[in-house]
């Protein structure tokens, strides 16, 4: 378990950071709408609260979990869960979302080394869900900072969310029907805190992307467009990924629009 240990802490802070972000709201800010079309603030972290439930019980009781995913219609069970829990009281929901979180964060601590945990994608390991609950609640909560308006201060825990986006490269392809790449790409990205290089993939690779782990992970979650960020491809694979690239499962969506005006 020790090598999970290190995100699972980044999740809590994650947690907390965007917990900051909405503890003090009006119920009226609550009800604010995010750029996600048709979800509010109270949407945003009602899905996350959702979300965070059911890894809860693939985490602790897979026989629950996969009749929960049984019942999941495959196109609307995110909005549903999100829905749900919109309606609810903002101090009611807050509360459950905190209470799941760290339910969730305490019961992937003691899952078994080497376990895989079932999914509505392919089973993961705990480093994964939890890279990936990490990933979704900074998505979500750039959502709900841009809503309020707030720039955020990024962090060195962007490493886990370029790291899936950087690994999720050939799921881009495929769930819009087309065939990935065979050969490897080279990411190199830059520290936010320290300026530090972060690489993936073959040194002398052709196809290449670099630019700030920032503006990867606001592409690679879809949460700015390509022309407002400093991205940059060498080659054309290259180029066509960073047209589709995204981190989280399920359909692409449409994404942000650009805002013009050049670099983010």
């Given at each position: 378990m020790s090598d999970a240990l290190p995100v699972l802490d980044d999740l809590r802070a994650e947690s907390?950071?965007?917990?900051?972000?909405?503890?003090?709201?009006?119920?009226?800010?609550?009800?604010?709408?995010?750029?996600?079309?048709?979800?509010t603030?109270?949407?945003?972290?009602?899905?996350?609260?959702?979300?965070?439930?059911?890894?809860?019980?693939?985490?602790?009781?897979?026989?629950?979990?996969?009749?929960?995913?049984?019942?999941?219609?495959?196109?609307?069970?995110?909005?549903?869960?999100a829905e749900k829990g919109a309606g609810l009281p903002p101090a009611e929901l807050l509360d459950r979302w905190r209470t799941g979180r760290e339910a969730l964060g305490q019961a992937?601590?003691?899952?078994?080394?080497?376990?895989?945990?079932?999914?509505?994608?392919?089973?993961?390991?705990?480093?994964?869900?939890?890279?990936?609950?990490?990933?979704?609640?900074?998505?979500?909560?750039?959502?709900?900072?841009?809503a309020l308006g707030v720039r955020r201060a990024p962090t060195d825990r962007l490493r886990h969310v370029a790291r899936i986006g950087v690994r999720a490269r050939d799921f881009a392809y495929a769930v819009r029907g087309l065939t990935p790449p065979a050969e490897e790409f080279r990411v190199e990205l830059t520290s936010p805190v320290t300026g530090e290089p972060w690489t993936y993939g073959p040194e002398d690779a052709a196809q290449r992307v670099s630019?700030?782990?920032?503006?990867?992970?606001?592409?690679?979650?879809?949460?700015?467009?390509?022309?407002?960020?400093?991205?940059?491809?060498?080659?054309?694979?290259?180029?066509?990924?960073?047209?589709?690239?995204q981190a989280f499962a399920g359909p692409p969506g449409e994404g942000r629009a650009a805002r013009g005006g050049g670099t983010r």
């Open positions: 907390e950071e965007l917990d900051r972000l909405v503890a003090g709201l009006s119920e009226e800010r609550w009800a604010l709408v995010t750029p996600a079309p048709g979800w603030i109270a949407h945003q972290i009602a899905h996350l609260a959702w979300t965070d439930r059911v890894a809860l019980l693939a985490a602790t009781d897979p026989g629950a979990f996969a009749t929960e995913a049984a019942k999941a219609a495959p196109d609307s069970f995110v909005d549903e869960g992937l601590r003691e899952v078994p080394h080497g376990t895989r945990l079932p999914w509505y994608g392919p089973p993961m390991a705990v480093p994964s869900m939890a890279t990936a609950r990490l990933m979704e609640t900074w998505a979500h909560g750039q959502d709900v900072a841009d630019g700030p782990a920032l503006d990867f992970c606001l592409l690679v979650t879809r949460r700015a467009h390509r022309a407002d960020l400093t991205v940059r491809a060498e080659g054309a694979d290259a180029e066509r990924w960073l047209d589709i690239a």
